[in-house]
């Protein structure tokens, strides 16, 4: 039933692993996004994807991967982890620009 | 540029209104949305509207657009304890080849007794 579905939803690693977090959504939407969220809340846009061809790349680190096998998934794989890279990462979806719908987030805390 | 700004704090009494005020930047935007966001918990889209709209009314939630001020408000009737969160305004831009959110800085809001 679940529309955008991300797992994990907590994920605490060390510094330096590798991890990677999954999204599904069954929506039929096109597009497919993650988003940040830091400790003072503030959510900023990392990627954005359309039918698997990547459209938006902010500036995000290049340990930063995203890949979408195919326009319902889209995985968010991250190198080298850092302390600063702690925070809840939102994974959405949407139908060009609209209904737009985020799924419950991971949580990341890198120790 | 997309420069979304929310006042950061909202104190009221429960059965008052509350009224949470976003100003955008950009002129293009086609839609705008107001999320809830509860401790721990993901973005629960509240309402939206279209930028050709000047109000949209739905249950407790009313939203104002002033798209010449660039000026946004939710207000939310009777306020209720289970209202206190996070609200994040935000628009939607549309290129042709990408869309995507930009979200305000949110207002918390906190519902007392």
């Known amino acids: 039933d679940t529309a955008v579905s991300q797992t994990p939803k907590y994920l605490v690693t060390q510094m330096g692993n590798d991890k990677s977090i999954k999204c599904e959504q069954n929506?039929?939407?096109?597009?497919m996004y993650w988003y940040k969220q830091d400790s003072k809340k503030f959510l900023k846009i990392m990627f954005s994807?359309?039918?698997?061809?990547?459209?938006i790349n902010e500036t995000v680190p290049n340990r930063f991967s995203p890949k979408s096998p195919d326009k319902a998934h889209l995985n968010l794989h991250i190198n080298s982890l850092e302390l600063g890279d702690s925070a809840v990462y939102f994974c959405?979806?949407?139908?060009?620009?609209?209904?737009?719908?985020f799924g419950s987030g991971t949580r990341l805390t890198v120790v | 540029g997309e420069d979304v700004e929310q006042s950061l704090f909202l104190s009221v009494r429960e059965g008052d209104s509350s009224v949470i005020n976003c100003t955008y930047t950009?002129?293009?935007?086609?839609?705008l949305y107001w999320y809830k966001q509860e401790p721990g918990a993901g973005l629960q889209l509240l309402t939206y509207?279209?930028?050709?709209?000047d109000m949209k009314q739905d249950q407790r939630l009313t939203v104002l657009l002033n798209k010449k001020d660039k000026h946004l408000s939710l207000r939310i009737a009777d306020t209720q304890t289970g209202d206190s969160a996070i609200y994040f305004c935000?628009?939607?831009?549309?290129?042709?080849?990408?869309?995507?959110?930009?979200f305000g800085t949110g207002t918390r809001l906190q519902v007392t007794l």
């Open positions: 959405a979806s949407s139908l060009h620009y609209y209904g737009y719908t």
């Open positions: 929506l039929g939407h096109d597009t």
């Open positions: 994807y359309n039918n698997k061809e990547l459209i």
């Open positions: 950009d002129s293009s935007s086609t839609y």
């Open positions: 509207i279209f930028s050709n709209m």
């Open positions: 935000a628009e939607s831009s549309y290129t042709g080849t990408a869309s995507k959110l930009t």
